[in-house]
């Protein structure tokens, strides 16, 4: 066994021949992603974002605005839109609309939360929501570029990125981060990549099924003894190679990362078996009924992969082809109904699991959109992109939950109380996990960069996490 | 009497501080803080300026050094203002310092002196006498390292193959050169493959990460940047053609206000294969600015090796630029406007006049064609829906906007089932509409013939001679705040860009840049690319950091060497292929990959070179290799970019339809050219190029991570792309013959080598085995081609 250091100053390959598996890496070469200690004690060990991709209306889930209802159908008073520019209405000269859910004071905290979240509502004393989150971008994939990596250009490390590169990961056999979508984004992979870090951080996509991973069976036609003899063949030339080369780690490392990626193809589908999870924990996540089954098995896998020690799930609910909160701009009714259906029962079911199996207070769990919807009308039926104000939530990780945080105006439609921009939020995630912001650094293009940049003021983590209303 | 003495000792120190103080100020705080750099305002070059101070008040206050600015910034009293950044000056140097403020900081007598940059890398290189072997023997034997060996030349030409082609050497192109008995084989070698178009493909790769080339634009509907690859292959032709670096600087800055050369003209496609969001109209000055940034950050760190983005919210602090400078640049660009450069200016306007009257013609067919659908339409999906119950008809029947939610599922669910399809309308239609049908249908294809991307190529040019002006941003009041207009860097001695002459059609600013950038003066230009050569040769830089010479950058291994290069680089008409030469036949890089024992132990990372780096195939050298080796390699170059077939797992993810974002090409033949020719689109990148650590297109790469991972093992080992290779290799191997004979073609196809008797018995066994296994020796011969690409000695170079 070496130690970290010793391995730099051996493997003189700099750090990339070092940065092996962002999926596994042998013992003997531990590098980039094994787990590394904090700059102070964490509240949690890991993070499941769950990101609602398209766009959630706050004015309809968890920022209740009665005063839409009062003046439905009137244009915003005075200057009220001034300055506010979105993708299709005009600010001027939409209508208000209120929402056509009723919201109801939910569990002894009375946190409001709309009737499109019943079993989300019994969880409402776990829930800490920020009302008062706000983004400059109005646009899909900039704002979702801009929710994660904190810059509306894509190109920047996104918070999974920073969080693994930060802490590394606690099980060596599976990527440290685990991304699992609906398929198309709007943001494409630049939403989960590691931007100018090392590449062994960025995000690795799960798929449901027998084939978690790509590339990870063997290829049509070759049965597994075929494929054994194959990589045996592989490692023995190798190992002759080598023989030649010992002072060369990287050539060594190549030849682990075989013997692992096989080892892989056995163990990667068990993460994803989840036919061994009782009937009651697969009901629980709402697992064979039709519409929340998809999102219900990625929230039971990303309990299953929390458990073993994997440090940042991105779950993302929603796609550019197919079902999508974005649908809300024709028709709020029907996307956010069916959106919040696919959505509702697996997340509180990941949550009273996560609490009955004691890992809520070692999980951050974090709900949020690119941005929310206008409280003004698209065309009949719909509502548009709104960064100005929305709303988030957080629970898990000794969060106090039951409560809200800061506020938008009368109509939802800036946040004007404890302003939290998206720094904010990442800078208290971080810390969350143990981390300064301040002090997470990366130099490149001769800056130590930072993911909230020059920001990050307005990290709220003593809020989350005391007592008080 | 203690006092008295301590007091006589300062006197008597003092009467040398002056000059000594004033050596120590040009030394560590002159490079930002004199002559025209002046950050934050301060002067520290007389001392007037010094006590007149900067935005943050007077830097000394004579006699009393504990509440002089200059003091408490040297002695980093307050963590937010320690100078100078880095490294603390020695308690030595404070000393000096503090004694003469208290003494009163007189400036000495002596005449002022001029003030020079500071930093190593803002002065013009010269040449040392000496070659490249003799520099780096003399590192070598001052740190007491002993060099390895020359490398054989079945090493060597490998090596010098994969390194200016991206390719393997033939094996009869390994016989020749390992039996060459000419003095100058090695020579010829070089020369060859300096000569060959494959040189260009290779390098223009290197040039394309660090202008973030890609064929479409980013964000959320990834439109292509239609001709961008027109770009490329400008860029593939300049490094075959060993266009001048000067030139080829000068043809990407200004190719538009420079020269009336359409081909020269093609540069400025620069500006234009980065990612913008140019089709998103709503935010256009949003998007202007981006690019501006973009502009000013790569440009200056792909052609000076400079980062100022720093500098865009406030004056850099590490390297003297100001937020001035910053936006002085950001002026150049300011008038900037995308355009097409018209390759053929009579072909050009015939495509557009063609494109006109096509356009015009298709409104018409297309309203044709769909008018003699309809009613047949209309019909079918009246008699499809007659077949539902009543419940899912009124779904269909009732206005869109006053479906109940049940009548919105009905819809959702059976839309698919009622929409008419194309052969159930052809047998429905009379023969006389079929036949009108057929005619418009033909007219439709008929203006299509022969379609070919027209003769354009991305560019840029200005407005016009007017520039949109350009402010500093201001603070605490509402912008614009002051008025800059355009200049080059003032600590490399840039100055104003004068007005144009009253008949220039643009600003020439571009111009200005241009001319400064591809200057024999210029001290950062020629060390910038000759670093940058060295370190595509070696793994790495005598500069570590190739797109930082600031003072947070590397400190250069072999300075003398560096700038011996550099200056001889400008003497040589800016050749890179002497460039090339030069290092190609040099001793360096000849040497065998096997360190010795001490150099492992003392020189682990190698930076003084005692041994040649070994490296990884980067990613299109995997891809390419293992298409060179199946012998399905198609060797044509230039043209659109290609999209290859991929498996609809391997597609996942992408931001649109993959019907639009992955448009395989039809000739499949195209599919295996080589990969600097695969459509590089900036939402997704193939499978196995990200894998291997192809960078994201999204900013400048200056330097590719060579990574291992276990996905990129999956990925070589289980993609289809490997297989169908694998099998293709089979296929040639068994031609040649079977058992023995086609493994000895194997390894000479992967390996370029025979097969030793240990490695031919262990294949045998193998393939015995694997034909029991899979049925088929065919496919045992492909599983041994399969595990042969994976192994370390395809993989790496030594």
Redesign the interface.
């Known amino acids: 066994m070496y130690s970290r250091r010793d391995l730099l ?9 070092l ?7 042998p013992p003997a070469l531990a590098g980039a992603t094994t787990a590394r200690p904090p700059h102070a004690a964490p509240k949690a060990k890991s993070v499941i974002f769950l990101f609602m991709h398209g766009g959630v209306s706050h004015v309809d889930t968890f920022d209740p605005k009665p005063s839409l209802r009062r003046f439905d159908g009137q244009p915003l008073p005075g200057s009220f839109g001034e300055g506010l ?1 979105t ?1 299709r209405i005009d600010f001027r000269k939409a209508l208000m609309r209120g929402s056509p859910w009723e919201f109801h004071r939910c569990g002894k905290s009375g946190l409001e939360i709309s009737a499109l979240y019943p079993h989300l509502s019994e969880h409402a004393d776990d829930i800490a929501v920020i009302r008062s989150c706000h983004g400059d971008a109005f ?4 704002a979702i570029y801009l929710r994660t990596s904190g810059s509306q ?3 920047r490390p996104s918070l999974g990125a920073w969080s693994v590169y930060g802490l590394g990961s606690e099980n060596q056999n599976l990527p440290a981060f685990v991304v699992m ?1 609906d ?8 939403a989960y ?1 590691a ?2 870090l ?3 951080y960025q995000g ?2 799960f ?1 449901s099924g027998q ?1 978690p ?11 597994a ?2 494929q054994r ?3 045996d ?2 490692a ?3 190992r002759r ?2 023989a ?2 010992e ?2 780690t ?2 060594d ?3 682990a ?2 013997e ?2 096989y080892r ?1 193809q056995s163990e990667a589908p068990e993460v994803v078996d989840i036919s061994k999870e009782s009937e009651a924990t697969r009901k629980l996540y709402g697992i064979g009924e039709q519409a929340t089954d998809d999102f219900g098995r990625k929230c039971l896998l990303a309990r299953r992969l929390v458990e073993r020690g994997v440090r940042f799930v991105q779950l993302y609910c929603g796609t ?2 197919g079902d999508d909160w974005d649908d809300a701009h024709n028709d709020l ?2 996307s956010h ?1 069916k959106m919040c259906r696919k959505s509702d029962q697996p997340i509180a079911g990941l949550l009273k699991d996560l609490k009955s199996r004691g890992l809520l207070d070692s999980t951050l769990v974090v709900w949020s959109s690119e941005f929310g919807r206008t409280p003004l009308a698209e065309g ?2 719909g509502r548009d992109h709104h960064p100005y104000g929305f709303a988030t939530w957080m629970a898990g990780a000794g969060i106090h939950g039951g409560r809200a945080l800061g506020a938008t105006d009368e109509f939802g439609l800036r946040a004007v109380e404890q302003r939290k921009d998206v720094h904010d939020m990442n800078a208290t995630i971080l810390r969350l996990l143990g981390m300064d912001h301040l002090r997470l650094t990366y ?1 490149y ?3 130590d960069q930072r993911l909230t940049d ?1 920001h990050g003021e307005g990290e709220f983590t003593d809020w989350l996490l005391s007592a008080k209303a | 009497m203690i006092t008295r003495l301590l007091l006589a000792g300062s006197l008597a120190l003092s009467a040398a501080t002056p000059e000594q103080a004033l050596q120590i100020l040009e030394k560590n705080c002159w490079s930002c803080h004199a002559g025209a750099v002046a950050l934050s305002g301060l002067r520290l070059d007389s001392r007037a300026a010094a006590l007149q101070g900067g935005k943050r008040g007077a830097a000394l206050l004579p006699g009393k050094s504990s509440s002089s600015l200059l003091l408490r910034a040297i002695t980093h009293a307050d963590p937010k203002l320690a100078m100078p950044p880095g490294a603390r000056l020695g308690d030595a140097d404070v000393a000096v310092l503090r004694e003469w403020v208290d003494a009163g900081a007189a400036w000495p007598a002596s005449p002022a002196r001029a003030v020079a940059p500071q930093w190593w890398s803002f002065r013009k290189p010269a040449a040392s006498p000496g070659s490249i072997d003799t520099f780096i023997a003399a590192k070598l034997r001052e740190k007491g390292l002993a060099s390895s060996p020359a490398a054989d030349r079945r090493t060597l030409i490998r090596r010098v193959t994969f390194d200016l082609h991206g390719l393997a050497p033939s094996e009869s192109e390994i016989t020749a050169f390992v039996n060459d008995a000419n003095p100058k084989a090695y020579e010829s070698l070089v020369d060859r493959l300096l000569a060959s178009p494959h040189y260009g493909e290779k390098w223009g790769k290197h040039w394309l990460d660090l202008v973030r080339y890609g064929d479409t634009a980013g964000f959320e509907q990834d439109p292509y940047t239609l001709y961008a690859w027109r770009y490329r292959d400008y860029v593939i032709k300049s490094f075959n053609d060993d266009k001048p670096y000067d030139r080829f600087i000068k043809e990407q800055i200004a190719g538009d206000e420079l020269y009336e050369d359409p081909e020269a003209q093609q540069g400025t496609g620069y500006f234009c294969v980065g990612p913008n969001r140019d089709m998103l109209y709503k935010v256009e000055d949003i998007n202007r600015v981006e690019s501006l940034t973009d502009f000013v950050d790569t440009t200056s760190s792909v052609f000076l090796g400079l980062s100022v983005g720093c500098a865009r919210c406030h004056d850099h602090k590490y390297d003297p630029i100001s937020q001035r400078d910053y936006y002085r640049m950001q002026a150049i660009f300011a008038p900037f406007q995308k355009t097409r450069v018209f390759l053929h200016y009579n072909n050009a306007r015939g495509y557009d006049l063609g494109e006109n009257t096509r356009t015009f013609k298709l409104y018409d067919i297309s309203a044709e064609i769909g008018s003699l659908k309809a009613p047949y339409q209309d019909r079918l999906r009246q008699e499809k829906l007659s077949k539902l119950s009543p419940e899912i008809q009124a779904a269909f029947t009732v206005d869109e906007n006053q479906r109940t939610p049940q009548q919105k599922a009905f819809f959702e669910a059976f839309a698919k089932q009622v929409a008419p399809k194309e052969d159930e309308i052809l047998a429905l239609m009379t023969a006389a509409d079929k036949d009108r049908l057929q005619r418009a249908e033909k007219r439709l294809a008929g203006l299509y013939n022969n379609y070919a991307p027209g003769p354009f190529s991305p560019g840029l040019t200005d407005v016009g001679r007017e520039a949109p002006r350009t402010y500093l941003p201001a603070k605490g009041v509402p912008p614009p705040g002051e008025e800059v207009g355009p200049g080059l860097l003032t600590v490399l001695g840039g100055k104003d860009i004068p007005e144009p002459p009253p008949a220039s059609a643009t600003t020439q600013r571009r111009r200005a840049l241009a001319e400064w950038l591809a200057s024999a003066d210029n001290p950062l230009t020629a060390r910038v690319m000759v670093n940058r050569v060295w370190q595509y040769h070696f793994g790495r830089g005598l500069v570590a950091t190739p797109s930082d010479f600031g003072t947070r950058g590397a400190a250069p291994s072999h300075p003398e060497l560096l700038d011996t290069l550099a200056a001889q680089f400008v003497q040589n008409g800016w050749s890179v292929k002497t460039l090339h030469r030069q290092i190609l036949l040099s001793e360096t890089y000849r040497r065998s990959s096997r360190p010795t024992p001490q150099a492992s132990e003392k020189d682990p990372e190698n930076q003084y070179l005692s041994h040649f780096r070994r490296r990884r195939l980067d990613a299109e050298e995997v891809r390419d290799a293992v298409l060179q080796s199946a012998g399905t390699l198609n060797a044509k170059m230039y043209g659109r970019a290609v999209v290859p077939a991929l498996q609809a797992e391997e597609l996942y993810g992408m931001s649109q339809p993959v019907s639009n974002a992955w448009v395989v090409t039809a000739d499949v033949r195209e599919h295996s050219r080589r990969s600097i020719y695969m459509i590089s689109r900036r939402n997704f990148r193939m499978p196995l190029l990200e894998v291997f650590d192809r960078p994201e297109g999204v900013l400048s790469c200056s330097r590719r991570e060579s990574s291992t991972t276990a996905p990129q093992s999956l990925t070589l080992l289980n993609g289809e792309f490997t297989l169908l290779q694998a099998r293709a290799l089979a296929e040639k191997a068994l031609t040649a013959g079977d058992g023995n004979v086609a493994i000895a073609e194997v390894f000479r196809r992967v390996y370029a080598r025979e097969p030793n008797a240990d490695e031919l018995k262990t294949a045998a066994e193998f393939l015995d085995r694997q034909s029991k296994r899979l049925g088929t020796p065919r496919d045992a011969v492909a599983e041994l081609a399969r595990g042969l690409l994976n192994t370390n000695e395809f993989l790496y170079l030594d």
């Open positions: 100053s051996r493997a003189g390959k700099g750090f990339g021949a940065a092996l598996g962002s999926l596994l890496e520019i993708s646009d899909h994939a900039p250009f894509p190109g979508s398929g198309a984004m709007k943001s494409g992979a630049g990549g931007g100018y090392p590449a062994v690795t996509i798929r084939n991973v790509l590339h990870l069976n063997s290829p049509k036609g070759v049965n003894e075929a003899d194959t990589l063949l592989i023995r030339m190798n190679h080598f030649e080369r002072e060369d990287s050539l490392a190549r030849i990362s075989y692992l990626a892989m550019n082809l009714l029907g109904n009949k039926n130099r293009q001769s800056r020059v």
